[in-house]
């Protein structure tokens, strides 16, 4: 189980905003693909310097791809990934509300 559903786990209203809110930004209907999702969502984390998200997103890519490499690459520096020109758009156009 994630750590963070463990961190919410002590109060159901903080964890179904969370769940909530994770299930419409990943899940949600949208143009983009859970890949996608999930690399935009590990462009976001290098941004906010949140090394846990990046760990989990990055994990989250290596799995969606079948490509280990490029989940590794996206964690370490999504601007160098070996990504398609508009999945490296959209994630060096990614930023933090």
Do not use: W
Request: glycine share 6%; aromatic share 8%.
């Amino acid at each position: 189980m994630p750590n963070v559903l463990l961190a919410y786990a002590f109060d159901e209203k903080k964890l179904r905003a969370f769940t909530d809110m994770y299930n419409d930004l990943m899940l949600g209907e949208s143009g983009l693909s859970k890949l996608e999702r999930e690399m935009i969502a590990v462009a976001v984390s290098s941004i906010n310097h949140c090394y846990y998200c990046l760990t989990a997103h990055g994990a989250a890519v290596r799995q969606l791809s079948g490509e280990p490499a490029l989940g590794e690459m996206m964690a370490m520096n999504f601007r160098a990934a070996d990504t398609s020109p508009l999945a490296s758009a959209r994630c060096s156009n990614s930023r933090s509300s």
